[in-house]
């Protein structure tokens, strides 16, 4: 097997944005912790963010965006830091924890929350980076 030095390089650029992103979602949950005794808000929050900054972040780095980035750039941040700062592998398993715990209106609620509010911030970040792109997308 040839080594690609250059997919080395971007996969420990996505590497090390996993870390900032994972140390990030730490943090989170743990400011969130005393809010989250009935329903994982930590989780919906880190969710809802994560799903913000992915689709600003994304919209405004384009080639015609305001702020072009790299490919590099836009894999460090969307890959790394957003990928292991969201949470639905998080999300699923504390939904099965509610639905085994005999909580089956708070899983119910905790998917529909996390569903309809990570639609709602993903077409904010987008909205948001499109009028600062003046349009151009």
């Given at each position: 097997?040839?080594?690609d030095?250059?997919?080395?390089?971007?996969?420990?650029?996505?590497?090390?944005g996993g870390?900032?992103?994972?140390?990030?979602?730490?943090?989170?949950?743990?400011?969130?912790a005393?809010?989250?005794?009935?329903?994982?808000?930590?989780?919906?929050?880190?969710?809802?963010?994560g799903?913000?900054?992915?689709?600003?972040?994304?919209?405004?780095?384009?080639?015609?965006?305001?702020?072009?980035?790299?490919?590099?750039?836009?894999?460090?941040?969307?890959?790394?830091?957003?990928?292991?700062?969201?949470?639905?592998?998080?999300?699923?398993?504390?939904?099965?924890d509610?639905l085994?715990?005999g909580?089956?209106?708070?899983?119910?609620?905790?998917?529909?929350?996390?569903?309809v509010?990570?639609?709602?911030?993903?077409?904010?970040?987008?909205?948001?980076?499109?009028?600062?792109?003046?349009?151009?997308?």
């Open positions: 097997m040839v080594l030095l250059e997919r080395l390089r971007v996969t420990l650029w996505i590497a090390l870390a900032l992103g994972t140390v990030g979602r730490y943090w989170v949950g743990i400011w969130m005393r809010w989250s005794q009935n329903l994982p808000w930590g989780t919906i929050a880190i969710n809802m963010t799903s913000f900054a992915i689709a600003f972040f994304g919209t405004l780095t384009t080639a015609a965006g305001r702020f072009p980035v790299s490919d590099m750039g836009r894999l460090f941040f969307m890959v790394g830091i957003c990928g292991g700062y969201t949470t639905f592998s998080s999300f699923t398993l504390q939904t099965l509610l085994r715990g909580a089956p209106g708070r899983a119910m609620l905790n998917v529909g929350l996390s569903v509010l990570g639609m709602l911030s993903v077409a904010a970040g987008y909205m948001v980076a499109a009028r600062l792109n003046q349009g151009a997308v």
